[in-house]
């Protein structure tokens, strides 16, 4: 009798961002291991616990309530509202997505880049 092994789950999409434009006017997120932009919303969890309380629990959900009023006033929906991450410290920002960078799979950079078989 063969044993089945369960398939294992990717790893979760990690993006990094840069600056898009001279003027500094745009930041363009891209799949990377850096892992240093992040989509807004906080995790919020079930009940209270040592490490995350009820008063963490209310705070947690008031942030997330300011993110989707801040996102649902975006006129733009090219862009989405995103943490970056510098020196150890988050920063909200309108990211857009669809820069192709060396951590994205061999078919997307091809296909991109139009580059032959």
Same mark, same amino acid.
């Given at each position: @009798?063969?044993?089945?092994?369960? +398939? ?5 999409? +990690? ?8 003027? =500094? +006017?745009? #930041?363009?997120?891209? $799949? ?5 932009? !992040?989509?807004?919303? *906080? ?10 309380? %009820?008063? @963490?629990?209310?705070? +947690? %959900?008031? #942030?997330?309530? #300011? ?10 929906? %090219?862009?989405? &509202? ?7 410290? &988050? @920063? *909200?920002?309108?990211?857009?997505? =669809?820069? #192709? =960078?060396?951590?994205?799979? &061999?078919? !997307?950079?091809? $296909?991109? *880049?139009? *580059?032959?078989?």
């Amino acid at each position: @009798m063969s044993v089945i092994k369960p +398939t294992p789950k990717p790893p979760p999409e +990690t993006y990094d961002y840069m600056w898009a434009d001279q003027a =500094g +006017t745009k #930041i363009d997120c891209y $799949k990377s291991k850096q892992n240093k932009q !992040t989509v807004c919303r *906080l995790w919020q969890v079930k009940e209270p616990s040592a490490f995350h309380d %009820a008063a @963490m629990m209310e705070a +947690t %959900a008031k #942030i997330n309530a #300011i993110i989707a009023r801040v996102e649902r006033s975006n006129p733009d929906k %090219a862009r989405h &509202l995103s943490f970056v991450q510098f020196r150890n410290r &988050l @920063m *909200l920002v309108w990211a857009s997505y =669809g820069r #192709i =960078g060396p951590a994205d799979d &061999l078919k !997307t950079i091809r $296909k991109r *880049l139009k *580059l032959k078989r």
